[in-house]
């Protein structure tokens, strides 16, 4: 009786994290670039002092898909998003290196270029600073050229580039902040190959139905596992009622 009891509250139990996972993905339909969530379920076995005689249930995120988004256009110059395998680099809170796929970039009082989040971008030597300017531009590979305050509008400046990389799928792994990092903790090496386009953003690949329906399954699955609980206890009763008579 006690198996069934422990299986059913376990398996409710993470049914309830993996609703969370799938609510995570729903939340972020809208946000630029992200990236939603696997998750899984499979029975372990319980170690003790015993044999391993009982099983509970688990819930796991086995990965992160990194499938592409769509571009949509936002005619924005400091709007870029990468084509292909190839990640922004940024600096995350804590200083570590992390990439994203698509940012709103915005200038702030201190010149440094910055995503709509705040995370300084990363260029060659460490996060850009932009002098004051009159425009920016930002080319396929990353460059960033500016027109200073006075000049004509054909005299351009480069400033910087920003840094792109394009790790293996296999190398990344998404953070607790929502960011992508390697797995090791390395940084990756810049790619001379890896393009961007200004004037684009890149939309989430969560898809709405997927989630929701994988949502409605798991509400049923965990309203099974209660209704098992529930007829566990009716048994235990039901036996010690049967005990108390012989």
Do not use: C
């Given at each position: 009786?006690?198996?069934?009891?422990?299986?059913?509250?376990?398996?409710?139990?993470?049914?309830?994290?993996?609703?969370?996972?799938?609510?995570?993905?729903?939340?972020?339909?809208?946000?630029?670039?992200?990236?939603?969530?696997?998750?899984?379920?499979?029975?372990?076995?319980?170690?003790?002092?015993?044999?391993?005689?009982?099983?509970?249930?688990?819930?796991?995120?086995?990965?992160?898909?990194?499938?592409y988004g769509t571009?949509?256009?936002?005619?924005?110059?400091?709007?870029?998003?990468?084509?292909?395998?190839?990640?922004?680099?940024?600096?995350?809170?804590?200083?570590?290196?992390?990439?994203?796929?698509?940012?709103?970039?915005?200038?702030?009082?201190?010149?440094?270029?910055?995503?709509?989040?705040?995370?300084?971008?990363?260029?060659?030597?460490?996060?850009?600073?932009?002098?004051?300017?009159?425009?920016?531009?930002?080319?396929?590979?990353?460059?960033?050229?500016?027109?200073?305050?006075?000049?004509?509008?054909?005299?351009?400046?480069?400033?910087?580039?920003?840094?792109?990389?394009?790790?293996?799928?296999?190398?990344?792994?998404?953070?607790?902040d929502g960011l992508?990092?390697?797995?090791?903790?390395?940084?990756?090496?810049?790619?001379?190959?890896?393009?961007?386009?200004?004037?684009?953003?890149?939309?989430?690949?969560?898809?709405?139905?997927?989630?929701?329906?994988?949502?409605?399954?798991?509400?049923?699955?965990?309203?099974?596992?209660?209704?098992?609980?529930?007829?566990?206890?009716?048994?235990?009763?039901?036996?010690?009622?049967?005990?108390?008579?012989?």
């Amino acid at each position: 009786m006690d198996k069934m009891l422990y299986i059913s509250m376990t398996g409710a139990s993470q049914n309830a994290k993996a609703l969370q996972a799938h609510a995570n993905n729903l939340a972020n339909v809208s946000t630029s670039g992200f990236r939603r969530d696997f998750e899984q379920a499979r029975s372990m076995p319980v170690f003790g002092d015993g044999l391993p005689a009982r099983a509970y249930a688990m819930t796991e995120r086995p990965g992160t898909d990194f499938t592409y988004g769509t571009l949509q256009e936002t005619g924005r110059d400091l709007d870029v998003a990468v084509q292909g395998d190839a990640w922004i680099a940024v600096q995350s809170a804590d200083g570590s290196e992390a990439y994203v796929r698509t940012a709103s970039m915005q200038i702030d009082a201190l010149g440094v270029l910055r995503t709509s989040t705040g995370l300084p971008v990363l260029g060659n030597a460490g996060p850009i600073a932009v002098p004051p300017e009159q425009k920016v531009e930002i080319g396929q590979d990353g460059t960033i050229s500016i027109r200073s305050l006075g000049e004509a509008p054909d005299v351009m400046a480069e400033v910087d580039r920003i840094k792109l990389v394009m790790p293996d799928p296999r190398e990344l792994e998404k953070g607790q902040d929502g960011l992508i990092r390697s797995k090791n903790g390395q940084e990756f090496e810049p790619e001379a190959n890896a393009r961007m386009i200004s004037g684009f953003t890149e939309s989430s690949n969560v898809n709405a139905v997927a989630e929701m329906t994988a949502m409605l399954s798991l509400s049923r699955q965990f309203e099974l596992h209660v209704k098992m609980m529930r007829t566990a206890e009716e048994n235990s009763s039901s036996m010690a009622r049967i005990m108390q008579l012989t």
